[in-house]
């Protein structure tokens, strides 16, 4: 028995044969194809009953590719057991097809084939929708996946795309003077301006404008991305004593005229428009707002107060109108992270929580160009080895201790499920993702190559995730953690970038109480011997020992983070 799904063009009929179904070109309708950016063929070759194997052609109507991934869901058990010509590889019902390093080139009007093996049980229904790099294909136009136009004025849709980006030099040379550290020197991180002195520099320091005059010479005659983290609220981090800031809880006028506006001003300067300048938007400042308030189990006295003032929805908004002005500026908003605000009582309200801050003094969603995952944390990017929608010994993964009824187990699902959901209460639906993949590799030793024993739901998920921490909860200094996916451009559908937003090797915080001029705190969490709070479940904090305070560079981590790499660094 053969089933066929092949282009469903405006200019072709629908014609039923007897042992599946085929399409069949209207007369006169030559060159109606060029509006379908792309077309997928999906054919069962063999149908036994209980497992089949099937032949997927695609041809491309868009732009060359040097690369290409082919998306579609299953509305049965179908399972792929095995490829060939592609890499294909299934997350519950989610198929994701990527070509081998010999194929992966499509010309405009190009084709290439692959095929699988797979089983299943019940029907064997064909796949209703193909997407081939997020654009739905068989469909006028590409359907409602098709990326939008870039914006009007200088903003590009992905600033990222077809760019270089900055490379610190002060953190490059902490990184090359690590014995092999020169492996990595050159990777891309984020600059933070963490307190008003950072902007003009200082301890001697670079400041703002030499870490632009530097992007300049950095990016010679093509396009260069230079990223920014701002990140100086009022009572900031109420969550987290290591990373407490200068400002008091109602200092927000000192925030607006003495941080925000000088860094406005320096951004806006001719000099500089030939930039794209990545801002992030104050990082675990609005999550706070959501999760460590009352009457949450998690309340944290000082998110009660920065919720009641409103500061945090203030500052957020007045940077993000005033940073928005500058039309070679891409403003991201923090989004926490899976581990987070992945559960079904923290992931919609924090939507509206951004929508909330993106709509406060003066600002509008127009001047959010997208949002941030994972910043400065440990969630894996990809979680190969279990989904949440397995079962196992009679019960879901969600009931594992360790997902614990969250709906997502790592960042790539969790961000691109927040970017739809975002896009679904008004925000616009060209905004994009960032992952900050700069410690979350988990490699080394200790990867696992497989499923864990299905003994048990918490045997399968803990002998199989990547994630190596002892709870979602735990963000300071991980033992254990590695450096993750290079910095790379548009690598998954709605991410414009993976990046290193935190510089691998720069403490989270202090492992014991230090005295500093920087307003940074001790926090438990950031003690190797503290055996938790209801935040992480009560379990021990999994930090490292010896840890300078968070900004300030950590070689016994920076050393680990390279061992335990992935993808292992050469």
């Known amino acids: 028995m053969s089933r066929t799904r092949t282009a469903l063009l405006a200019a072709m009929a629908l014609v039923a044969g007897a042992t599946g179904t085929a399409i069949a070109a209207v007369p006169g309708a030559a060159g109606a194809a060029a509006a379908v950016p792309c077309t997928v063929d999906y054919k069962v070759q063999n149908d036994w009953g209980s497992g089949f194997t099937a032949s997927v052609t695609i041809t491309n109507n868009s732009a060359a590719k040097s690369s290409w991934s082919l998306k579609w869901s299953y509305a049965g058990n179908q399972k792929v057991t095995s490829g060939w ?52 294909c068989n469909v006028d136009s590409g359907g409602p996946t098709d990326p939008p136009p870039d914006p009007p004025g200088n903003r590009v849709n992905n600033p990222y795309d077809g760019a270089k980006v900055y490379v610190n030099p002060e953190w490059s040379a902490n990184a090359a003077a690590e014995p092999g550290g020169s492996r990595i020197a050159n990777q891309p991180t984020g600059v933070w301006l963490d307190r008003i002195a950072a902007i003009g520099g200082a301890n001697g320091k670079m400041g703002l404008r030499d870490h632009l005059d530097e992007a300049l010479t950095q990016k010679g005659s093509g396009e260069l991305v230079v990223q920014l983290v701002i990140y100086n609220l009022p009572g900031r981090d109420c969550a987290a004593l290591a990373s407490n800031g200068e400002l008091g809880p109602t200092e927000i006028d000192k925030y607006k005229t003495q941080y925000i506006d000088p860094i406005k001003a320096i951004l806006a300067d001719e000099k ?38 409103g500061n945090y929805v ?53 001047d959010v160009h997208g949002f941030i995952a994972n910043t400065a944390n440990y969630s894996a990017l990809k979680e190969d080895h279990f989904s949440i929608n397995d079962n196992v010994a009679g019960k879901s993964v969600r009931e594992s201790k360790w997902v614990s009824w969250n709906r997502y187990v790592d960042e790539l699902s969790y961000a691109q499920a927040l970017r739809d959901k975002l896009v679904s209460i008004g925000f616009d639906s060209g905004i994009g993702m960032l992952i900050d993949t700069s410690r979350n590799g988990w490699g080394g ?91 992480n479940d009560n379990n021990m904090s999994g930090a490292l020992g010896n840890a300078p305070i968070s900004g300030h560079w950590f070689s016994a981590q920076f050393q680990e983070l390279m061992r335990n790499a992935y993808p292992p660094l050469s």
């Not at 039309?327 to 987070?340: M, R």
């Not at 993976?498 to 001790?522: H, L, Q, R």
């Open 445 to 535: 030793a200790n990867r696992p190559t497989g499923p864990g024993a299905t003994t048990s739901v918490d045997t399968y998920v803990d002998g199989g995730r990547y994630d190596r921490r002892f709870n979602t909860g735990n963000w300071c200094n991980q033992s254990g953690a590695g450096l993750g996916e290079r910095p790379q451009a548009s690598p998954e559908p709605g991410i414009d970038a993976y990046v290193w937003m935190k510089p691998p090797g720069e403490s989270d915080g202090a492992s014991e109480a230090i005295e500093n001029d920087e307003g940074k705190g001790f926090d438990r969490m950031c003690d190797p011997t503290y055996t938790g709070n209801p935040r």
């Open 85 to 136: 010509n592609a890499k294909v590889s299934q997350s519950g019902a989610n198929v994701t097809a990527v070509n081998e390093s010999y194929n992966g080139t499509l010309a405009t009007g190009g084709s290439t084939s692959f095929g699988f093996q797979g089983t299943y049980s019940g029907s064997n229904a064909v796949p209703a929708t193909f997407t081939l790099d997020g654009v739905t």
């Open 314 to 366: 203030k500052g957020v908004g007045y940077a993000l109108n005033k940073l928005g002005d500058v039309p070679n500026v891409y403003n991201y908003v923090d989004a926490g992270h899976h581990g987070w605000l992945g559960w079904d009582d923290n992931f919609g309200a924090s939507a509206d929580m951004f929508k909330q801050a993106a709509t406060a003094e003066g600002a509008t969603v127009a």
């Open 272 to 309: 500089y428009a030939g930039l794209r300048i990545v801002t992030t938007v104050e990082i675990d400042s609005l999550p706070n707002l959501v999760t460590n308030v009352s009457p949450r189990p998690t309340v944290t006295p000082n998110c009660d107060v920065m919720k009641a003032n």
